[in-house]
């Protein structure tokens, strides 16, 4: 049976706030497997992020890892050190984040940044690591001849690019997309997302891939991963999520984009809004929202139940279908 790349397993994360600690991340649990593009998607503050800074241990405070495990590559990474945590990042685990504008150093050119990182973590020489700057940089689209210049002599679909080349560079196994196209226009986000794409069928890398356009998401994703409120709602193929949505809420989310497609069905947007993770509602988060709640719902949280290969929910409905306990 094939091994995950990364499995997360009752992942929990908090934010210590002086109004007590706010669960940003309840219990979380899912793999991601080789080659795969995972895609996470779920509205503002339903945990996305937070799932990847905790992955790549690059929260900062207040937020703090309460319980779980990170395993990536047989490693746990909640378990390992600074100086191991510094031999995995980059050169098997890589995050590109959403605005690389703030995330590139302003003062050398990209070429540079991309060489720097080379030169830290393998044996290159100056030469070597400039000749492979130049090939990742025509890699994700960028004439070689622009290797330097600075950041803010790029365009932003540019300055994404770099972003994208400098997590590629030293061949990572897991690459994590943060948003990484939200503030580009539509046909530089498609034009990258297709180069993503590109990418990873060529290297064979693993994507998990962060962004609240579902419509998006289901295009380049393998399977895709619905939060909500901090939970794991829905995790299943991405043409079985798009056909035949399971949970309420996923079912909301994809009845609540809209298509270009003839004859597409208007837009119908899911009621209320999403609650605060201060004081977030008892049993199934989603209760206060959904279409079809039962009794079960306000009282307990909904188990996982397993659907299909790769394809699991937590919805009471679903576990009274399916005869698991609740
Ligand atoms: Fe709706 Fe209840 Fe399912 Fe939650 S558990 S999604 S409230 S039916």
């Known amino acids: 049976m094939t091994k995950p790349v990364l499995s997360i397993q009752n992942l929990s994360v908090d934010y210590v706030t002086d109004d007590g600690p706010v669960r940003a991340i ?11 593009i995972l895609g996470v998607a779920g509205e503002s503050g339903s945990g996305k992020t937070t799932l990847a800074k905790a992955i790549m241990r690059i929260l900062q405070p207040p937020a703090v890892i309460s319980g779980g495990r990170v395993l990536f590559e047989d490693k746990d990474l909640l378990q390992l050190d600074e100086e191991g945590l510094r031999r995995l990042r980059w050169t098997r685990m890589s995050m590109v984040f959403q605005s690389a504008m703030d995330a590139l150093n302003p003062v ?15 044996d290159f ?19 070689g001849d622009r290797i330097d210049s600075h950041a803010h002599q790029l365009s932003g679909g540019m300055r994404q690019r770099v972003g ?27 034009e990258i997302l297709g180069e993503i794409k590109e990418l990873q069928n060529k290297l064979g890398f693993s994507v998990m891939f962060i962004t609240h356009d579902l419509e998006r998401m289901l295009q380049v994703s393998d399977r895709v991963a619905v939060f909500y409120a901090a939970r794991l709602a829905e995790i299943g193929p991405a043409k079985g999520l798009r056909d035949n949505p399971q949970h309420p809420y996923t079912q909301g989310l994809l009845k609540a984009f809209p298509s ?11 009621p209320g809004s999403p609650p605060s993770l201060l004081s977030p509602p008892s049993g199934c988060r989603f209760h206060p929202r959904c279409s079809q709640v039962v009794d079960a719902c306000s009282q307990t949280r909904p188990i996982r139940t397993d659907l299909g290969p790769g394809h699991a929910a937590e919805c009471h409905l679903l576990s009274q279908e399916t005869g698991a306990a609740t």
Request: net charge negative; charged share 20%.
């Open 26 to 36: 309840d219990n979380v649990s899912l793999d991601v497997m080789p080659g795969e």
């Open 260 to 270: 270009i497609a003839p004859g597409a069905r208007t837009p119908e947007s899911i």
């Open 164 to 190: 994208i080349a400098l997590a590629l560079c030293l061949e990572p196994s897991l690459v994590i997309l943060d948003e990484p196209t939200t503030a580009l226009d539509v046909v530089v986000e498609k």
């Open 108 to 122: 050398i050119s990209i070429g540079e940044q991309i060489v720097d990182t080379m030169k830290v973590h393998t």
């Open 125 to 143: 020489n100056s030469s070597q690591a400039r000749d492979r700057a130049v090939h990742l940089l025509e890699m994700v689209g960028i004439p």
